[in-house]
């Protein structure tokens, strides 16, 4: 009989209210129990863990989400499971810049965290994990060109010479994303599905979700439903763009205007944001107020950048100038877009 790949792993468990799942599930395993305090302290102190186990709520959410990062400072980072009720979004977000991490909701049963260890415990710390590129981008106003710009965006990075690598635009606009019917596609994400059970989400799941508009270009679009932002949790949305950064080289992000309960948790984890403006003043004074806004809001990720969309020569009408466009802004447009289909 072959050896359980858990057999004589180094496990930490944090938080009283795992110990005894934990014994039942990982009895194979080298256990050692501790507070919040053990991911604080670099690894210098008891075994060197292979795998950490969590307890969502052993400590306050901010702390939490500071051990969390310590794990990723260690010369070898472990993998890491965090577990519980009601998910701390703060401990979640942390967790996900982890190259091996997972979420376990409760309730769960001791198989269901032995079948989680084990996947975590597979993949091979030494080997380099692939990270994708995450570009965001949002309209200040509807109807700005946010989605053409999104969907021309990843259809320019899938033709890029002397590259193999593959792109996913994921349309976050739940309830009426436009990006499959710009694609001529059919929306394939199944929300509800997914939500019933984000920790089972996998690389084998979303690719199932996801639609090929070419063999490198694929996309994640939910169908139309006007209760879709209520339904969904953050952690699902969280768990399906942590498995598309790790499964595609470039994820580029049509985000909904307006803010939501996940808005700034998967802005943070963006290498580019992009505002689209039109060049009306009533859309410069939303861009402007929409890049002050997340540049307060968000302590960690990328610095907003304001493209003006449809820049149309003034013989043509009294649109604004670029001078004029960016004293609107209170600062310098880092690109523009040509009114004319074919550029853009």
Partial sequence: MSQSPLTGRRVLVIGQGLAETATQALGQCRLEFGGPERLLDGGQSGLDPELVLIEAGCAPPTLLATAIEGLGKRRVAPAALLLGENLPTAAVRALLRLDRSDVLEAPFTSHDLARVAAELLAVDAAAPVVRSRCWAVMGAVGGSGATTVAVELSAALSRVRNSKGRV?????????????????????????????????????????????????????????????????????????????????????????????????????????????????????????????????????????????????????????SMVEAERALGRKADGAITSDWEAA
């Avoid at 394939?188 to 063999?215: C, F, K, M, W």
């Avoid at 694929?218 to 339904?231: I, V």
């Avoid at 859309?283 to 493209?307: F, T």
Wanted: charged letters at 20%; aromatic letters at 6%.
């Fill in 168 to 320: 996913c635009l994921v349309d976050l606009n739940l309830t009426d994303g436009q990006a499959a019917a710009y694609l001529g596609a059919t929306p394939n994400l199944q929300l509800s599905h997914a939500g019933a059970a984000p920790d089972r989400i996998d690389a084998s799941l979303v690719d199932v979700y996801a639609t090929p508009i070419s063999e490198r270009f694929h996309l994640l679009a939910a169908p139309r439903d006007p209760r879709a932002f209520d339904q969904v949790t953050p952690e699902t949305l969280l768990r399906i763009l942590d498995i598309a950064s790790q499964t595609y080289d470039w994820v580029v992000l049509d985000m909904p205007r307006h803010r939501r309960a996940w808005t700034l948790d998967i802005l943070s984890g963006c290498d580019e944001l992009a505002i689209i403006s039109e060049l009306t003043v009533p859309a410069l004074l939303s861009a402007r107020s929409l890049a002050d806004e997340l540049e307060a809001d968000l302590i960690e990720g990328p610095k907003p950048r304001i493209v003006l969309n449809r820049l149309a020569s003034r013989v043509f009408g009294p649109a604004p």
